[in-house]
C-alpha cells in the first residue's frame, strides 16, 4: 500500500532552469513567481495571459484589433477579428522529422517536415478537385497511420472541418456520429490489424457510405491487401475485391486523391472557425458532435504541449490512442510545438504488455504517454521499461492512476516524473496535470493548468479547499466547444455544461484540490458511492479492489436512489488462472472495510467475464447503475460506442 502524498520526485535545479515554463516566465517578467501565483494570475487576467501566449509562440496569423475576451460562459467569445489556420501553424517548422509511424507487426515508416509537407499539399489539391471548402466537413474511418494526419492537416488547410472515428467503431456507432454532421467526403480503410488479426471493414465502409446522402466521393485505403502488408501503402488504388459500389459519390484510391503535385496554402480563418468535430461516448443517447475552433487549440495546445508536457522541437512525442479519442487530436497538436509525433497502430498488449515501452525506447521517445490502466498493467504484468535514456516523463490519463500507479513509474523509472493528466473530449486538453517545475507526490494530480479556473463546489455551489466537491470551472477557455454541430439554438450545449451553475462549466468529475493546488479525481460525480451519508468516488474503491493479482478489472456500483439506500455490488473479473474463491471474497471484504469504511463492504461480489467500457476506455458505471435499476440492456447503452458491448449481458438483476 503506497501512502496518497508520499513524494516520488523533485525537479532538479538543471531541469528547472531549462524548462519551457521557465522561459516563458522569464519572458513574461515573471521568473521569481510561483507557479500558484502565475496560475492565479493566468485565470484572474484571461486577456493578458492568452494574449502573451499567441505572442510569446509567435503564432502564424492576423490578431486583428478586437478584445481578446468578451462575453461571458456559455458564450464567450475570444479574439475578435483575428484570423489563423491552424495546419499553417503545425507546418512552419522546418527540418527534421515530421512524424513516425509503427505498426503492430513492427512496420516502420517516417516521413521528414519537408515530406509531410508535400504529402498535405498532394492531398489538399486532391480534396479540392472533389469539391471539398472551406466550412465542408471530411470524415475519416482510419486507425492511427500517417494518411490520417495528412489528410487532417490537408482539410484543416482549406477551412474545412475534419471527423474521425477509429475502424474498430461499428457501422451504426459511426453512422450517429457522421450522419450528424453530413460529410463531403469520407476517407476510409479496407481493415485493420489488432492483437495480432486481421479485420476486414471493406463491408462495413460500403454501409457507412449508403447512410450518407451527402458524400461525394470516397476514397479508399487498402491498408490490408497485399500492396500494404502493415505499411500504408504507396500503391493506393482500391483493393481488387474491394473498390464495392459505394452508393453515393465517386470511388477513389488514396493514391489517386494524391496524385498531383500543388503549391501547399492555407485559408486563414476566424478565431472560432470550426477545426475538427469531436464526439461524447455516446453510450446512452445519440453521441453529441462537440465543435472546436482553430484558434483555440491552437494556443491551448501550444501552451499544454509546452509548459505542462515541456516539449518542443527535438523532442519525440508518444501517446497511445486511436483516432476516435481526443488524445490522438492531442497527439497531432505535438507539431505546433515542433516536436515529432510518433503514431502507432495495434494492441498495447501484443506481443506482450511491454510492446509500447519498447516502442518508446526503439523511437528514443522523450514524452510517453499511455492511459493508466496501462501503467496498472505493466505494474501486475511486472514489465521492466529498458532503453529510454531520452525520456523526461510518462502521462497518464483517461481515468485517475492510483497512487501505486504513481509508485511503480517512480520505481521502474527512476528520475522520470508520472504526470496524471485530466480534462476531456469536450476541451480537448487537460485541465488539471503537472509540470516539470512541480515535485510529483503519489496519486496527486501537481497543478490546476495554466488558464484554466478549477474549482471544487459544495453542494450549495461554493467553491471548497480540502475537501471532494463538484469539478467546475468559473473562466472560460479558449478551447472550450465552439458550438455543438446542428444546435442552432445553444441548447443542447447549455444543457450539458450549465444546466446545474447558471454561467458556470460542471464537468461531471468529484475532485479535491488541496491548499498547495495539488488535485486527486474521485471519478464521475454522477456515479457516487453514498453509503450511510459518507459520499465517495469509485476511484478510491478500485484502487483497493485492483491492487489483488487476481483482479484484472473491476465495476462498484450503488444501486441507491435519493432517500433510499441500495445495494452495493462489485462485479470483478479475474486474472488469467484467478477464481473467485470464498477466501478471496473475504480478503476483499476485509480490506474494504480496513482502508474504506465498513459501510463499503460489497452486499455482494460477483465475477463477470468483462468490465464494460467505452471505445477510450472508460468504465460505463452510469449504464449499468440503470440495468440493475430497471432499464433493458438494449436501452442502457448503444453498443456500437463500446469496446465489448458483449459483456453488458452479465449485469443484468
Known sequence: MVAEGALLWEPADEVVRRARLTRYLEWLGRS????????????????????????????????????????????????????????????????????????????????????????????????????????DRVAAYLPNIPQALIAFLATASLGAI????????????????????EPKVLIAVDGYRYNGKAYDRSAAVNEIAAALPSLRATVWIPYLTAAGEGLPPQQAEPAPGHTGEVPHGEVIGWEGLRAESAPLEFERVPFGHPLWILYSSGTTGLPKP??????????????????????????????????????????????LVGATPVLYDGSAAHPSPAVLWRIAASERVTYFGVGAPYIMAS??????????????GVGSTGSPLPPEGF??????????????????????????????????????????????????????????????GELVLTRPMPSMPVMFWNDPSGERYRDSYFDVYPGVWRHGDWIRIDEEGGCVIYGRSDSTLNRGGVRMGT???????????????????????????????????????AELTGELTDAL?????????????????????????????????????????????????NPDAMANPEVLTHFRP
Open 379 to 392: 505494474l501486475k504484468a511486472g514489465v521492466r521499461p529498458e532503453g529510454l535514456d531520452r525520456l523526461r
Open 589 to 637: 471484504c476485509k480490506a474494504l472495510r480496513a482502508e474504506l469504511s465498513p459501510r463499503h463492504v460489497p452486499d455482494e461480489i460477483r465475477a463477470v467475464p468483462g468490465i464494460p467500457r467505452t471505445l477510450s476506455g472508460k468504465k460505463l458505471e452510469v449504464p449499468v447503475r440503470k440495468i440493475l435499476l430497471g432499464t433493458p440492456v438494449e436501452q442502457a447503452a
Open 290 to 335: 462537440i465543435v472546436h475552433g482553430h484558434g483555440g487549440i491552437v494556443l491551448e495546445h501550444l501552451k499544454s504541449l509546452s509548459f505542462h508536457q515541456d516539449l518542443g522541437e527535438g523532442d519525440v512525442f508518444f501517446w497511445y490512442t486511436t483516432t476516435g479519442w481526443m488524445m490522438w487530436n492531442y497527439l497531432v497538436g505535438a507539431l
Open 539 to 577: 476511484s478510491e474503491f478500485y484502487r483497493v479492489v485492483e491492487r489483488f493479482d487476481e483482479i484484472a478489472d473491476s465495476l462498484v456500483i450503488d444501486t441507491g436512489r435519493l432517500g433510499q439506500e441500495g445495494r452495493l455490488l462489485l462485479y470483478v473479473s479475474l486474472a488469467e488462472g
Open 162 to 181: 475534419w471527423s474521425a472515428g477509429s475502424p474498430d467503431f461499428g457501422v451504426a456507432g459511426i453512422v450517429d456520429r457522421f450522419r450528424q454532421i
Open 407 to 468: 509508485a511503480w513509474v517512480a520505481e521502474a523509472l527512476p528520475g522520470v516524473p508520472v504526470g496524471s493528466f485530466s480534462g476531456g473530449t469536450d476541451v480537448c486538453t487537460g485541465f488539471v496535470g503537472a509540470t516539470p517545475l512541480h515535485p510529483i507526490r503519489a496519486g496527486i494530480i501537481p497543478c490546476r493548468s495554466l488558464g484554466a479556473k478549477v474549482e471544487a463546489y459544495d453542494p450549495e455551489g461554493r467553491p471548497v479547499v480540502g475537501e471532494v
Open 32 to 135: 521569481g513567481a510561483g507557479y500558484e501565483e502565475v496560475w492565479q494570475w493566468s485565470v484572474d487576467s484571461p486577456e493578458e495571459f492568452w494574449a502573451s501566449i499567441w505572442d510569446h509562440f509567435d503564432v502564424i496569423g492576423e490578431r486583428g484589433d478586437g478584445p481578446v475576451l468578451s462575453g461571458t460562459m456559455p458564450a464567450a467569445e475570444w479574439f475578435a477579428g483575428s484570423s489563423l489556420n491552424y495546419a499553417e501553424n503545425a507546418l512552419r517548422h522546418t527540418g527534421g522529422t515530421g512524424v513516425v509511424f509503427v505498426s503492430e507487426d513492427g512496420a516502420r515508416q517516417e516521413l521528414s517536415r519537408a515530406e509531410l509537407r508535400e504529402e498535405v499539399a498532394r492531398v489538399r489539391a486532391g480534396l479540392v478537385r472533389l469539391g471539398v471548402r472551406r466550412g
